[in-house]
């Protein structure tokens, strides 16, 4: 069956509402989940907890995305972003306040395995129901976009997760000094306020204009290289995140605890440097989405190279700028050469490719702390494989990429990814 639709999207107040409230969610959740990551881990060592056991709580969420991203792309389209994005984030304040709880009543556990059980279950309700908020959300600016601004608008959503990924350990520094639950419980707050808002103020719409005149349809041929794609470039960025703190120790021959508050400033750049591309760089520049991965994944390459080479501390810092840099211009490429490719599926690919990125940043966390045993430069060396192989895919996405018709609003055709 094909169904064609070339209606564009109405720029009113409504729809600026709208997305602002989208982003208000993406940032929320991007906040509170990196509230957890902050706290819930050092708490668990605190508790007698094992690292295979703290780690055995993140990973579960991750592979819980896995499992049901794709499964909630179809429901987001089915629903609506609305009802979606809600669940999510009701499902992200809930898990935080289950952690507030079990990090008050830690003495009155019977041990440490039972901390260790409660601990999984309330990572185990964010697994399991927020994993549609960024699709729905990447979906949701997908239907208020033309084909031509649709990189600005996915850039918007990548601007959102980085701002939330600096504010969430921020906001960890200010409160921690009230005790673990603090940070815990106004970041159940937020993601509470913003369900309400996102429930308020999100109208839904029948049709994504981003897609002007493309045929409905399965896009599994087209969508193919964008999930190989998405899985090399987070399985660099997993192999890198679980091993920078050690390798800033061993590179710089420094005690744990400064390498602690070295890692923390070195992730602080990576975000703050894709939070910087993402929210202004890529949507004033307007490249294509094959342009924005080509000169995001070539600038990964020149950050890899910088911090294999780095004889200094603030060279290595400069190293992961370049990292985020990269990363802020490619990720906004990589999601939106993949919606454009889907048809009508929006949320449904965007489920896909956040399945992709879940599964490669399991897999990377493994292959980087295991290569890190044969050398400390092991993790970058295989980041900088994944990224040469991300550069291969990108360019089979670009030749197998159907061409877009322009809508009215557009002059010319624009070869997609």
Known sequence: ??????????????????????????????????????TVGLFGRGVGLSEIQVGTIFVSSAALFFLTSARWGVLADRWGRRPVIVVGLVATAVSLFLFA???????????VLAIFVALLAARTVYGLLAAGTQPAAVAAMADVTTARTHSSGVARVGAAIGLGSIAGPLAVAALIDLGVVAPLVAGGLLSSLAAILVFVGVRETSQSPAIGSQRCGAPSLRLGPFLAL???????????????????QDRLGIDAMRAMRSAGLV???????SFVIQGFVVARLGLPAHRSLAVGLGVCLVGLIACLLAPTYE?????????GMGFGFAQPGLVAGASLAAGDRQADAAGLLQAAMAAAWIAGAFAGTGSYRLSSAA???????AILGALVAAVVAHRVGPTEEPDSRSVGRSRLL
């Open 101 to 111: 709880g079990i990090s008050q009543a830690a003495g009155d556990f019977p041990g």
């Open 1 to 38: 069956m094909n169904c064609h639709f070339t209606a564009g999207p109405r720029v009113d107040i409504v729809a600026a509402v709208s997305s602002s409230c989208v982003l208000l969610g993406v940032f929320a959740m991007t906040t509170a989940n990196a509230v957890v990551f902050a």
């Open 267 to 273: 992730s602080a750049a990576f975000a703050t440097s």
């Open 379 to 385: 993790p970058l060396a295989l980041a900088a494989l």
């Open 315 to 323: 060279t290595l810092l400069a190293g992961f700028g370049l990292l």
């Open 230 to 248: 998405a899985f090399a470039m987070h399985f660099a960025f997993a192999a890198l995140q679980t091993t920078n703190a050690f390798y800033i």
